[in-house]
């Protein structure tokens, strides 16, 4: 299935509900983010009135990308305001929201506050175009 710029509706595969998206704030598939973006579509926003955001907090060893890893992990879930279905996860690595050269000037880095990217797994969405 090709994903195109042009307009689509996004449901739950699990419940069928609407779940407004916007294609508006799609991101381009060829966009790099430090989480990935393999199996998924990124949104830069979402109508809250469709998801509940669940805080996870785990204490375990996981891996990122092949050299960096961690024991806590802290991320958002996005579940569908209807039936609870996890749809995808929330990511602070979207675009500066400054134009802040860096700590020390040494370039963009973790001290510069990020965008929230909302990460939604393909497999979670029904993806019908409009017409």
Same mark, same amino acid.
């Given at each position: 299935?090709?994903?195109?710029?042009?307009?689509?509706?996004?449901?739950?595969?699990?419940?069928?509900?609407?779940?407004? *998206?916007?294609?508006?704030?799609?991101?381009?598939?060829?966009?790099?983010? $430090?989480? %990935?973006?393999?199996? =998924?579509? /990124?949104?830069?926003?979402?109508?809250?009135?469709?998801?509940?955001?669940?805080?996870?907090?785990?204490?375990?060893?996981?891996?990122?990308?092949?050299?960096?890893?961690?024991?806590?992990?802290?991320?958002?879930?996005? *579940?569908?305001?209807?039936?609870?279905?996890?749809?995808?996860?929330?990511? $602070?690595? %979207?675009?500066?929201? =400054?134009? /802040?050269?860096?700590?020390?000037?040494?370039?963009?880095?973790?001290?510069?506050?990020?965008?929230?990217?909302?990460?939604?797994?393909?497999?979670?969405?029904?993806?019908?175009?409009?017409?």
């Amino acid at each position: 299935m090709a994903y195109t710029t042009s307009s689509s509706i996004y449901s739950c595969t699990q419940c069928g509900s609407n779940l407004n *998206l916007n294609t508006f704030h799609l991101y381009p598939p060829d966009t790099y983010f $430090d989480a %990935g973006n393999k199996g =998924t579509l /990124s949104f830069s926003a979402i109508d809250s009135s469709k998801f509940r955001l669940k805080t996870e907090d785990k204490i375990r060893p996981f891996f990122e990308t092949i050299d960096y890893w961690g024991i806590q992990r802290k991320r958002t879930r996005i *579940l569908c305001n209807s039936c609870g279905f996890l749809v995808g996860y929330v990511y $602070d690595d %979207g675009p500066p929201l =400054t134009d /802040s050269p860096g700590q020390f000037h040494f370039g963009p880095s973790q001290v510069i506050p990020r965008a929230s990217r909302y990460r939604f797994k393909k497999k979670a969405l029904r993806i019908t175009p409009q017409t």
